[in-house]
């Protein structure tokens, strides 16, 4: 197969990975059309709206909401059914996702300052928070644990999950999963139709404080447009995978880390890069070795085709420089001194250090959330967390010294700005009495 392969020594680089790197996070206008026109449709009629969405484009009707209800029986059920070994997968999955999440947990603090005044800050957990969880062409039980775990942890009250369930196939691996996060209501809808009624609140399903999780091109456009009415957590793109390699992993490892990425969609994103010609030039012809035995084979082939690209650097510096660019959602560090590259690595989702860390693992087994930054933002943004489930809010209690101190240089800056009821708010307390009834 054809995969691009380029330098970044050649006078036109920049332009040639900003052509790689080019991708449209936006929906097309189409696609928000049809997304504003069903949020609208549940928000005014609530269950009626999701009855008709749900028999038009999951092909399966019911006579009311509750129908789309799972039971806890049910999802116990679904975890007594699956084999022991599944069983044990889906528990040290979770335990371990558990054990780290549990580190990021923060505690609310204060501190009295010179004038005794007490100031501080209070964390409390989100009371109601919605998971979407991908169902269709996939099952992700994976998806269930990374995000509800932390949520769990956090201390959220009340966890809604939905989950499409086109023709009425449901996944007995995603129930059990369920079962074991601790998942407060599952309903069976999905697409725009779902973030709609958690967002907003329907007859039967009660709108939550925050949305989380990925789903298609017509989830995303929805959570864009009821977010200030919900929280989110993010708006994710396609997979993708950055492997820098020195050469001195193995060849096969890296080619399967690329097809690990690519065989999600055909428009995720396998990019290596690497200092050794040799190396890039032996990654080319084992992918081409191996392309033809995968059972994804299409969908890899047209990723990397498409999407993909080996790219040949001048040195460890010059790699780096570049990852920081690209600023990936995975990040693998196959080289033999992982530690010391990773110093220079300002932007990514999550960074997976030395050869036998395959991002895979990250996907399923290894403890923080696969849930990550893509399409550049990890610029800016972080992997979803215990920190995604939980608010601040600020202390302040003044003493009577403190507002004395503190008034008359309120008062001046209220005044600046025209605000007199300011201004005399901080002046009648700076006269230091006690106010009376």
Same mark, same amino acid.
């Given at each position: 197969?054809?995969?691009?392969?380029?330098?970044?020594?050649?006078?036109?680089?920049?332009?040639?990975?900003?052509?790689?790197?080019?991708w449209?996070?936006?929906?097309?206008?189409?696609?928000?059309v049809?997304?504003?026109?069903i949020?609208?449709?549940v928000?005014?009629?609530g269950?009626?709206?999701?009855?008709?969405?749900?028999?038009?484009?999951?092909?399966v009707?019911?006579a009311?909401?509750s129908?789309?209800?799972?039971?806890?029986?049910r999802?116990?059920?679904?975890?007594?059914k699956?084999?022991?070994?599944?069983?044990?997968?889906l528990?040290?999955a979770?335990?371990?996702i558990?054990?780290?999440?549990?580190?990021?947990?923060?505690?609310?603090?204060?501190?009295?300052?010179d004038?005794g005044?007490?100031?501080?800050?209070?964390i409390s957990?989100?009371?109601?928070?919605?998971?979407?969880?991908?169902?269709?062409?996939?099952?992700?039980?994976?998806s269930?644990?990374?995000?509800?775990?932390?949520?769990?942890?956090?201390?959220v009250?009340?966890?809604?999950?939905?989950?499409?369930t086109?023709?009425?196939?449901v996944?007995?691996?995603?129930?059990? #999963?369920l079962? @074991? !996060?601790?998942?407060?209501?599952?309903?069976?809808?999905?697409? /725009? $139709?779902?973030v709609a009624a958690? =967002?907003?609140?329907?007859?039967?399903i009660?709108?939550?404080d925050?949305?989380?999780?990925?789903?298609?091109?017509?989830?995303?456009?929805?959570?864009?447009?009821v977010?200030?009415?919900?929280?989110?957590d993010?708006?994710?793109?396609p997979?993708?995978?950055?492997?820098?390699?020195?050469?001195?992993?193995?060849?096969?490892?890296?080619?399967?880390?690329?097809?690990?990425?690519?065989?999600h969609?055909?428009?995720?994103?396998?990019?290596?890069?690497?200092?050794?010609a040799?190396?890039?030039?032996a990654?080319?012809?084992?992918?081409?070795?191996?392309?033809?035995?995968?059972q994804?084979?299409?969908?890899? #082939?047209?990723? @990397? !085709?498409?999407?993909?690209?080996?790219?040949?650097?001048?040195? /460890? $510096?010059?790699?780096?420089a570049? =990852?920081?660019?690209?600023?990936?959602?995975?990040?693998?560090?196959?080289?033999?001194?992982?530690?010391?590259?990773?110093?220079?690595?300002?932007?990514a989702?999550?960074?997976?250090?030395?050869a036998?860390t395959?991002?895979?693992?990250?996907?399923?087994?290894?403890g923080p959330s696969?849930v990550?930054p893509?399409f550049?933002t990890?610029?800016?943004?972080?992997?979803?967390?215990?920190?995604d489930?939980?608010?601040?809010?600020?202390m302040?209690?003044?003493?009577?010294k403190?507002?004395a101190?503190?008034?008359?240089?309120?008062?001046?800056?209220?005044?600046?700005?025209?605000?007199?009821?300011?201004a005399? #708010?901080a002046?009648?307390?700076?006269?230091?009495?006690?106010?009376?009834?």
């Amino acid at each position: 197969m054809s995969m691009r392969q380029i330098s970044s020594i050649a006078d036109d680089f920049p332009q040639q990975l900003d052509e790689l790197l080019a991708w449209d996070m936006s929906t097309s206008s189409d696609v928000d059309v049809v997304v504003a026109e069903i949020i609208a449709e549940v928000r005014t009629r609530g269950d009626e709206a999701l009855l008709a969405y749900t028999k038009k484009f999951d092909r399966v009707s019911a006579a009311s909401v509750s129908e789309f209800e799972i039971s806890h029986d049910r999802l116990a059920a679904a975890w007594a059914k699956i084999d022991s070994s599944a069983q044990q997968a889906l528990e040290v999955a979770a335990s371990r996702i558990r054990q780290f999440h549990e580190k990021q947990v923060e505690a609310s603090w204060s501190f009295t300052d010179d004038l005794g005044n007490q100031l501080g800050q209070r964390i409390s957990p989100i009371e109601r928070v919605g998971v979407y969880v991908p169902g269709g062409r996939a099952a992700y039980p994976s998806s269930v644990l990374m995000t509800l775990v932390p949520a769990k942890v956090a201390g959220v009250d009340e966890v809604v999950v939905t989950v499409p369930t086109p023709d009425g196939v449901v996944n007995d691996m995603v129930l059990a #999963a369920l079962h @074991l !996060a601790g998942a407060d209501q599952v309903f069976t809808i999905g697409g /725009a $139709q779902a973030v709609a009624a958690m =967002a907003y609140g329907t007859q039967t399903i009660q709108k939550v404080d925050k949305i989380v999780g990925p789903g298609s091109a017509f989830v995303a456009a929805a959570k864009k447009q009821v977010f200030g009415q919900v929280g989110i957590d993010m708006i994710a793109g396609p997979s993708e995978v950055l492997v820098i390699a020195d050469g001195t992993t193995s060849v096969e490892w890296a080619v399967l880390d690329l097809f690990s990425q690519a065989e999600h969609d055909s428009s995720a994103q396998s990019i290596l890069i690497s200092p050794d010609a040799n190396f890039i030039k032996a990654v080319a012809d084992k992918i081409d070795a191996m392309l033809p035995s995968m059972q994804r084979s299409e969908i890899i #082939a047209e990723s @990397l !085709a498409s999407r993909g690209a080996l790219i040949h650097c001048a040195d /460890a $510096q010059d790699a780096i420089a570049i =990852a920081n660019r690209i600023a990936p959602e995975h990040l693998e560090l196959a080289v033999a001194d992982p530690e010391e590259w990773a110093k220079g690595i300002r932007h990514a989702g999550a960074i997976f250090m030395g050869a036998h860390t395959g991002e895979t693992f990250g996907d399923y087994i290894a403890g923080p959330s696969h849930v990550l930054p893509t399409f550049g933002t990890a610029r800016f943004a972080s992997p979803l967390g215990v920190y995604d489930f939980q608010k601040r809010s600020s202390m302040i209690h003044m003493s009577s010294k403190g507002a004395a101190h503190l008034a008359t240089q309120t008062d001046l800056l209220a005044t600046s700005e025209g605000l007199e009821a300011h201004a005399l #708010a901080a002046r009648v307390r700076g006269q230091g009495e006690t106010p009376s009834a």
